[in-house]
């Protein structure tokens, strides 16, 4: 007999040598078999089935049902670990919502206190005229009396030291009430400020004097405009976000005015404040200057770019600190699981997730949100929030109004202006479409060259159908606006943080 055959053709070439006519005639119809079927006519022929031959029907009966058990048991146990990080990232999730719950709450609570104190001052003035008036009908009824009547000269002088007494100590509880509140607030200044200063002084001694030099002005022109700012700034340092209150532009520019953003000075110094509107105003387009629309669009998008790319630029530096680790924490482990998942890496590869995990040059972007959202003008922009343009088929989305009858896509909708920014990012890092712009990216950090926009544009062909002429207008928008000014661009607060770390 041939060597390494199946069990059934062992059995069918023992039909053959005894001459099993039943079987023959099965196999020459074409008539398949089975291996029973085959062992019941040659027992019924009476032939003895060798015990060698069993062996294979050992291995299909018995081995391969268990190495198939073991690989369920290996399938279920990934399936519990799967279920265990979506559990912990419910809870973390869990754990962030019921936070900004309550940090709202806290805030509605506060803003509801001071509502509630102002009604009070604003009663104050209505109760002091009551009181005045009922003090001065009452002297003038007596000093009515001292004249009608004829009353002793002791008593009336009494009456007329009782009235001056009486607007002496008023006088004196109104000056002492404006001194102690006058006071408070100077005391105030003064431990809000202290802190600040020593800290400063930890840290770096000659940036303190510079910084004490440029606040003079600003306090000085505005006390009472700058009060609220300045406490924001100190309890939120990492960013100060404007809620949905459907500001105007007049509005906004206001507001850039009083806290001194100009982009001049951004280009110089190199630091933009970290202010973050949740959507576009709406009256943008009526602007008649064209540069006042673009520097009003470029202050808004321009924060939300920035904070973006050093959330990202953290994120690089502690996957490069766990790489050379060679043990590693839990936390540590889910947390680069969690980003394996983020940026869309199969097989753990780390140094593919590091070369999505990077930074997106800014002149790119604020020259795609301009020419994707009209400058922050398009319906897209004021209706979703949808600065870039992304299309969805799934998703919720705003249907565009030419859209061709054969097409059904949508243009994604954001609730906030930072989540389009955030969606955005992860889209050129993860998209198949935009593989060369990564690929460019990584070769220009290797090469320990400027990452910029003028040196990717090129890669960005897939991003519009227009393809290369849509680079051609991303250049143009560069060079005209220069944004290449705004590519090394920091957050103020991040600078502060490297200061104190140093």
């Known amino acids: 007999m041939k060597k390494k055959l199946s069990y059934r053709d062992k059995l069918l070439e023992l039909a053959y040598i005894y ?14 078999l089975t291996t029973g079927q ?12 060798p015990k060698d031959f069993k062996t294979s029907f050992f291995k299909e009966n018995f081995i391969k049902p268990i190495s198939k058990l073991r690989s369920n048991i290996v399938d279920y146990k990934e399936e519990k670990i799967k279920d265990k990080n979506r559990f912990f990232r419910r809870v973390e999730n ?3 919502d019921t936070s900004r719950k309550v940090n709202h709450g806290i805030s509605s609570l506060w803003k509801g206190l001071g509502n509630a104190g102002i009604n009070f001052l604003n009663v104050l003035p209505t109760l002091g005229s009551t009181v005045g008036k009922f003090f001065g009908n009452l002297f003038t009824d007596v000093f009515n009396s001292i004249y009608n009547q004829q009353i002793d000269q002791k008593s009336a002088k009494n009456v007329i030291l009782g009235f001056f007494v009486v607007i002496g100590i008023t006088t004196a509880l109104i000056a002492g009430f404006n001194t102690y509140k006058n006071y408070d607030f100077s005391k105030n200044k003064v431990e809000t400020k202290k802190p600040e200063v020593k800290v400063k002084k930890e840290a770096k001694k000659p940036e303190v004097k510079v910084k004490k030099e440029t606040k003079k002005p600003e306090v000085k022109e505005k006390k009472e405009t700058k009060k609220p700012e300045l406490k ?3 309890k939120n340092v990492a960013e100060v976000i404007l809620p949905d209150l459907n500001l105007k532009t007049e509005t906004v520019i206001q507001l850039f005015k009083d806290v001194d953003y100009d982009l001049r000075k951004v280009r110089n110094e190199k630091l933009v404040k970290p202010i973050y509107f949740t959507q576009f105003p709406r009256d943008l387009d009526n602007l008649q200057s064209v540069k006042l629309k673009k520097e009003t669009f470029i202050k808004i998008v321009l924060p939300l770019i920035v904070a973006e790319n050093e959330k990202i630029l953290d994120d690089r530096q502690k996957l490069k600190i766990l790489d050379k680790k060679k043990y590693t924490s839990d936390l540590e482990k889910q947390w680069l699981r969690q980003k394996l998942l983020e940026y869309k890496v199969k097989k753990g590869n780390i140094n593919e997730l590091m070369t999505r995990m990077d930074m997106i040059p800014v002149s790119i972007a604020l020259a795609q949100a301009a020419k994707e959202s009209g400058w922050g003008t398009s319906r897209f922009a ?8 992304q299309w969805t088929w799934d998703g919720q989305g705003i249907a565009p109004l030419k859209r061709d009858s054969n097409k059904n896509h949508k243009i994604l909708k954001f609730p906030i202006l930072r989540a389009s920014v955030k ?3 992860n889209n050129l890092n993860t998209h198949k479409s935009y593989a060369k712009f990564r690929e460019k990216r990584k070769s220009l950090r290797d090469k320990n060259k ?3 926009g003028l040196s990717l544009t090129d890669t960005l062909k897939n991003y519009a159908q227009t393809g290369s002429e849509y680079t051609k207008i991303l250049n143009q928008i560069i060079t005209q606006n220069r944004l290449s000014d705004f590519e090394p661009v920091r957050l103020v607060n991040s600078v502060k943080q490297v200061e104190l770390n140093s």
């Open 19 to 32: 001459n099993v006519r039943e079987i023959q005639e099965y196999t020459k119809r074409r008539k398949n």
């Open 232 to 234: 924001v700034k100190e």
């Open 94 to 96: 869990y754990k962030y």
């Open 450 to 452: 400027k990452i910029t």
């Open 38 to 49: 085959i062992e019941l006519i040659l027992k019924k022929n009476k032939i003895i089935i």
């Open 382 to 389: 004021l209706e979703g929030n949808a600065i870039f343009g």
């Open 423 to 425: 969606a955005y990012k």
